[in-house]
Nanobody, 116 residues
């Protein structure tokens, strides 16, 4: 089992920046991929970015060049640095993890609101 705890959400103006954090606990030695999804009101949950244990990453086309995913293995934490945020990116952002044996696991989500 893996537990995920997100933090860092909040209100930001259009064009602003925000950094989300996700701390993993439990069977963390078997985690091989972690990532972020988001779900806006009335829409399906969508992939934002993922990072594998080897460090390779994938991003949604809409966030390439603006968002950066990274991980600190010593802290068992994954980060999502978001810049040039747009109002349409208002959503609940969820952390996810997959292990070699199970998953995906999900955090409770953190609200990001982009508004003037």
């Amino acid at each position: 089992q893996v537990q995920l705890a997100e933090s860092g959400g909040g209100l930001v103006q259009p064009g602003g920046s925000l950094r989300l954090s996700c701390a993993a606990s439990g069977s963390i030695d078997s985690i091989y991929i972690m990532g972020w999804y988001r779900q806006a009101p009335g829409k399906q949950r969508e992939l934002v970015a993922v990072i594998r244990s080897g460090g390779s990453t994938n991003y949604a086309d809409s966030v390439k060049g603006r968002f950066t995913i990274s991980r600190d293995n010593a802290k068992n934490t994954v980060y999502l640095q978001m810049s040039s945020l747009r109002p349409g990116e208002t959503a609940v952002y969820y952390c996810t993890a997959v292990t070699s044996r199970s998953g995906p696991y999900w955090g409770q989500g953190t609200q990001v609101t982009v508004s003037a």
